[in-house]
């Protein structure tokens, strides 16, 4: 059963610039999480998705956007790149039954912002 | 404060020894506990899940929980070189989201 799959794999972006991330979930697996590591803040949710809706939300600037499609395949969108979004981006896949919150992880985007 | 604290270490252990991960938290809404194992430059491997106090033993690992004393921990036993890396905690309630400790670091030495 293939994993997570995460594309792409690096990218490096100018300040100001805008930048999207692509997520393709284990099969079967209808939630998509993201979340952004950096080595002062760890790792920190953003956003999950269900069947195309967002269901929570972390603590993250508008810049910071994601949406799902039916297929369960997501998307992040940063816009107006600062420096500070420099990080790995990890999205995370969970088949959600009676509460199981299971989360598998992909191999991460790794955005340097320069 | 933050919602998960973890030992901070690192911790340098001798091949074979027992290893000892911990992590504490506030919140107790939390009802899902479980470990990861990062690799340099990989992303977060699950290693153990679990959602109800007490131990669960999964090969070399054991995972502990006490939601009394709000307190988990993860046990490696005969640890290997191929055990070094950063292990993070991450827990959950209802909310679709995990909250993770900051990660120890292990170096298993041969």
């Known amino acids: 059963k293939a994993g997570v799959t995460q594309t792409p794999r690096y990218l490096i972006k100018t300040r100001g610039q805008q930048v999207t991330l692509s997520c393709s979930p284990i099969?079967?697996?209808?939630?998509v999480s993201w979340y952004q590591q950096t080595p002062g803040q760890g790792l920190q949710f953003l956003f999950e998705?269900?069947?195309?809706?967002?269901?929570n939300k972390g603590n993250f600037p508008g810049r910071f956007s994601g949406r799902q499609f039916s297929n369960s395949r997501s998307e992040m969108n940063v816009s107006t790149l600062e420096l500070g979004d420099s990080a790995l981006y990890l999205c995370?896949?969970?088949?959600?039954?009676?509460?199981?919150?299971?989360?598998?992880f992909g191999q991460g985007t790794r955005l340097t912002v320069v | 404060q933050k919602e998960v604290e973890q030992d901070p270490g690192p911790l340098s252990v001798p091949e074979g020894a027992i290893v000892s991960l911990n992590c504490t938290y506030s919140n107790s809404a939390f009802q899902y506990f479980m470990w990861y194992r990062q690799y340099s430059r990989k992303g977060p491997e699950l290693l153990m899940y679990t959602y109800s106090s007490g131990n669960k033993e999964d090969g070399r690992f054991t995972a502990q929980v006490d939601k009394s004393s709000k307190y988990i921990s993860l046990f490696i036993r005969d640890s290997q070189p191929s055990d070094s890396a950063t292990y993070l905690c991450?827990?959950?309630?209802?909310?679709?989201?995990?909250?993770f400790g900051a990660g120890t670091t292990v170096t298993v030495r041969a």
């Open positions: 991450a827990m959950s309630s209802n909310d679709y989201k995990l909250s």
């Open positions: 995370a896949s969970s088949l959600i039954t009676g509460g199981n919150t299971e989360a598998f």
């Open positions: 099969s079967g697996h209808r939630s």
């Open positions: 998705y269900f069947s195309e809706t967002q269901r």
